[in-house]
């Protein structure tokens, strides 16, 4: 399997421009998870689905933040305005959902932001 | 809430030293633990885990950890580091009702000086 696939590896953009980060999970996984990283607030839950349905979001930080999953090998996260302080790594993990054995996560190799 | 709490934000060890680098939770149920690596630059790894069973767990590169349930504690530990081994260090907690969601401590970054 070729692991959790994110794309773009790195983007730059200006405030106030729509940024769109991607991720496609491992087959199979019913979970999958957007993390954001950053020195000051370390690793942060964002939003997470369960057979592509947003189970808890309550860690986005505003409504320019949104997050989609149309279909079980996709998922985007749009932030819309974007400000300097979106700046981060973002995440993409995906989990199977196996009885008693939940929460081991596998990572996709991350978004860098920079918003100017 | 559920929350993680890694004692150390940063240790500094020459090689050979050993470590232990505290974790301690706050969940009233049943959990499953974890410890992330994160290699400067890189995503995220699994280290070890715990699910159930015998509480002193082994993982890759010789790190094992030790799951004490009375002190809702998961240390993590190696006998001998290596320089190879600089790095952040997570900890993380999946609690039963709670899904797949995984609640991670702060992180622990480890230097070791050759």
């Known amino acids: 399997d070729a692991g959790v696939i994110q794309s773009p590896r790195h983007e730059v953009t200006e405030m106030g421009q729509e940024v769109t980060l991607r991720c496609k999970p491992i087959?199979?996984?019913?979970?999958l998870f957007w993390y954001r990283q950053t020195m000051m607030r370390g690793l942060e839950l964002l939003i997470y689905?369960?057979?592509?349905?947003?189970?808890?979001d309550s860690g986005m930080p505003e409504d320019r933040f949104s997050a989609k999953m149309p279909n079980a090998s996709f998922s985007t996260l749009k932030i819309q305005p974007s400000e300097p302080r979106d700046s981060a790594v973002y995440f993409c993990?995906?989990?199977?959902?196996?009885?008693?054995?939940?929460?081991?996560?596998?990572f996709g190799e991350g978004s860098r932001l920079t918003v100017l | 809430a559920q929350s993680v709490s890694q004692h150390n934000h940063h240790v500094i060890l020459s090689e050979a030293a050993s470590l232990e680098l505290g974790c301690n939770y706050s969940?009233?149920?049943?959990?499953?633990l974890f410890w992330y690596v994160q290699y400067p630059g890189q995503h995220l790894q699994l280290l070890l885990k715990?699910?159930?069973?015998?509480?002193l767990v082994k993982g890759i590169k010789g790190f094992e950890a030790e799951f004490i349930k009375s002190k809702f504690s998961f240390n993590l530990r190696k006998p001998s580091v290596q320089w190879s081994d600089t790095a952040e260090y997570f900890c993380?907690?999946?609690?039963?009702?709670?899904?797949?969601?995984?609640?991670f401590g702060q992180g622990t970054e480890l230097s070791v000086k050759p």
């Open positions: 087959s199979g996984h019913d979970y």
């Open positions: 993380a907690v999946n609690g039963d009702n709670q899904g797949g969601k995984l609640i």
């Open positions: 969940y009233g149920g049943t959990v499953n």
């Open positions: 715990y699910f159930s069973g015998d509480p």
């Open positions: 689905f369960n057979n592509n349905v947003p189970i808890d």
């Open positions: 993990a995906s989990s199977p959902n196996l009885a008693g054995r939940t929460g081991e996560l596998f």
